[in-house]
């Protein structure tokens, strides 16, 4: 698989899997540099200044910005806060964080280490999912060298902040990738979604404020401060600036994955992956969550806020192509029966509303249910579940109608 990255100064490059696996390596390339000024120089209102001026929103699906939580924690007086990283990637054909955690293991602990020093919480939590042995090796290593160095633990550049990070491994549940679930998951409950308010940043790990992110929105944390909001927000738009990595799979002729500025456009992304493996029929973006895209949106830019003046998500970023001789209806059926083993079943709609859908869908394919009882059906379980897994039903099916 090929790594490619694109920004607003220059034509797409392939990258090599280089690894920055030894903290020497990521430290000679200027590496905890940020985190030893800013800690160094007590520079706590400038961390989170810098975060909410980038407008840097929350890369996981959700979009949330990420200024927003870290000020509502770093304002809350309390003895304990946490922060926590979502590497709980179980999102169907997503690949991003796990590119993240094992190329670029020591990026993602000074990130956060910079969000805990930010808001004042003396530990972390990293989630990684369980079937990710590889990223879960690599992560190991990286924090036993940043503890060996210095840059975790105890007084980190002879200072009085303490922070230690630990990783918490996943179990397989889909529903982990929700941020209250994952928080459950971490207290050793069943990992179900929690109602809100409260919200996590409110009550979060063990009923303590916590700010929680997934790989990617860390990823771009350093960079941000180190060289300014300004900088950041001359990528991508307006309104989601900043840049976006997208697993690219499916009926293609190289499986990639590309960074690109956010508005970048479908059509671009499968040029860059080397075209399609035979005729294009529609893409599936944002994974199983997300919402499929057709020839004549094949120039829409993808960012969070035009797809959603389309009544679309950007979810994970993950686009699956489909070429003409696949079934789409085979794919719905699959993503279904997916979300029909994954729910946690916590709430009724979700729990009973996927087995009934899927049940609608089938009779839709036969002739014997209405394109408007699938929809409808979609749109109150959206309106009335718990958690994104029950809600998503309604922007896959929304878009596969559309054609």
């Known amino acids: 698989m090929k790594i490619k990255v694109e920004n607003s100064l220059s034509s797409p490059v392939i990258l090599s899997f280089s690894k920055e696996d030894t903290i020497s390596a990521y430290v000679s390339n200027g590496g905890f ?5 800013f800690i160094i120089n007590g520079k706590k209102k400038e961390i989170l200044s810098e975060v909410t001026k980038s407008d840097l929103k929350g890369r996981g699906g959700a979009a949330f910005k990420v200024g927003i939580k870290w000020n509502a924690v ?29 190329n670029r293991p020591f990026l993602i602990i000074e990130a956060i280490t910079l969000c805990a020093y930010a808001v004042g919480a003396s530990k ?19 924090l036993t060298q940043a503890y060996e160095e210095g840059f975790l633990g105890k007084n980190i550049f002879n200072s009085n902040f303490n922070f230690d990070l630990e990783i918490r491994q996943g179990a397989g549940s889909y529903v982990c990738g929700e941020e209250t679930a994952l928080l459950e998951s971490i207290e050793g409950k069943r990992a179900q979604p929690r109602f809100k308010p409260p919200f ?25 401060i180190k060289n300014g909001a300004n900088w950041f927000k001359q990528l991508g738009t307006e309104n989601s600036p900043g840049t976006k990595l997208f697993p690219v799979s499916g009926r293609i002729q190289e499986p990639c994955l590309v960074e ?55 979810g994970s970023g993950a686009v699956l192509i489909l070429n003409r001789n696949d079934k789409k209806e085979e794919i719905v059926e699959k993503i279904l029966e997916f979300f029909i083993n994954e729910s946690c079943g916590k709430c009724t709609p979700c729990r009973e509303g ?21 929809l409808k059906l979609s749109e109150l379980m959206f309106k009335t579940s718990l958690c994104a897994l029950g809600q998503s039903s309604k922007f896959l099916f929304e878009s596969y109608f559309k054609v």
């Open 33 to 37: 540099e940020v985190l030893d000024d």
């Open 74 to 102: 770093a304002k809350i007086e309390s003895d304990k806060k946490f922060v926590v990283c979502n590497a709980d990637e179980g999102e169907p054909g997503t690949f991003k964080d796990r590119w993240l955690l094992e």
């Open 124 to 142: 972390g939590y990293i989630y990684i999912r369980g079937e990710y042995k590889n990223s879960i090796k690599t992560f190991k290593n990286a």
């Open 200 to 224: 996590p940043v409110e009550k979060g790990l063990w009923g303590y404020p916590t700010v929680i992110n997934n790989v990617e929105t860390f990823a771009n944390v350093v960079n941000i």
């Open 260 to 314: 690109a500025n956010l508005g970048v456009s479908l059509e671009k992304l499968i040029e860059e992956a080397g075209g399609v493996d035979g005729e294009f029929q529609c893409a599936l973006v944002g994974g199983a969550a997300g919402n499929f895209i057709y020839e004549k949106e094949l120039n829409y830019p993808l960012s969070y806020e035009t797809l959603k003046e389309k009544g679309m998500v950007l």
């Open 354 to 374: 996927y087995p009934i859908l899927l049940e609608k869908f089938n009779g839709y394919l036969n002739g014997s249910v209405s394109m408007d009882e699938v």
